[in-house]
């Protein structure tokens, strides 16, 4: 991310068709969300560490300056586990976010040659 990137993120005159807003979460907090909450944004932490939770079971931790897209991933709850606040800045272009089909990542296996090494 180039200082004109993250400048882009914070600046208060953002230019028309985007939105953008923030999410503060205190020490100790849990925040229930979904990737729909977050579809099409560019995503950073703008200060603090977030726990991300995924409807897996697992999670991804990220920390101030991160820049993520939080709609990409099956999130259910932000968490944060520190000391101090988290904020998180999201900004999208205006109107009506992606739909889920748009969302899903798809992962496909390399093909694989007929020849093979030992």
């Keep these: 991310m180039t200082v ?19 999410v503060v979460l205190a020490p100790g907090e849990r925040r229930p969300t979904g990737p729909e ?4 944004a560019l995503v950073r932490i703008d200060s603090g560490t977030v726990e991300v939770a995924c409807a897996a079971g697992g999670h991804e931790t990220f920390h101030a300056g991160d820049l993520v897209a939080l709609g990409w ?14 904020r998180i800045v999201a900004v999208r272009r205006r109107g009506r976010p992606p739909s ?3 969302l899903r990542v ?12 030992a």
């Design 37 to 40: 909450e977050w579809a099409g």
């Design 4 to 22: 004109d990137d993250e400048a882009f993120l914070t600046r208060p005159d953002l230019p028309d068709g985007f939105e953008r807003w923030a």
């Design 73 to 86: 991933l099956p999130l259910t709850e932000l968490r944060n586990r520190g000391g101090g606040s988290v």
């Design 100 to 102: 889920a089909p748009y």
């Design 106 to 117: 798809s992962r496909t296996t390399p093909a694989r040659s007929k020849e093979t090494t």
